[in-house]
């Protein structure tokens, strides 16, 4: 079985910034995609960044692109996501994902992660 560890939620202020890391433990995860999903309060939950096994090939919601990067440490079974100039719409419950798709649905969601929250406010 794979557990999901996640870290690096919490409280920012407008333009702050997080960095989000999620360890995969219980069996490696070659040829996975690795990230997060987000839901935010009475909303649908939605891929916010995916990264492939190549930590190359990358997916982000459309209003992370340009202020958000991804990498991965296969190695370590760690994903890390970096989010900068955050905004009161990033608010929501980041969900560690793993999925043999990419971009995956959520039913193609392998693994998930508990949640953590990201909560931007000033």
Not at 60 to 73: C, E, H, N, P
Request: proline share 4%.
């Amino acid at each position: 079985q794979v557990q999901l560890v996640e870290s690096g939620g919490g409280l920012v202020q407008p333009g702050g910034s997080l960095r989000l890391s999620c360890a995969a433990s219980g069996r490696t995860l070659d040829g996975f995609a690795m990230g997060w999903f987000r839901q935010a309060p009475g909303m649908e939950r939605e891929i916010a960044a995916i990264i492939m096994w190549d930590d190359r090939t990358t997916y982000f919601a459309d209003s992370l692109k340009g202020r958000s990067s991804i990498s991965r440490d296969n190695a370590k079974n760690i994903v890390t996501l970096q989010m900068n100039n955050l905004k009161p719409e990033d608010t929501a419950v980041y969900y560690c994902a793993v999925s043999s798709r990419f971009p995956p649905d959520e039913a193609d969601v392998a693994f998930w992660g508990q949640g953590t929250q990201v909560t931007v406010s000033s």
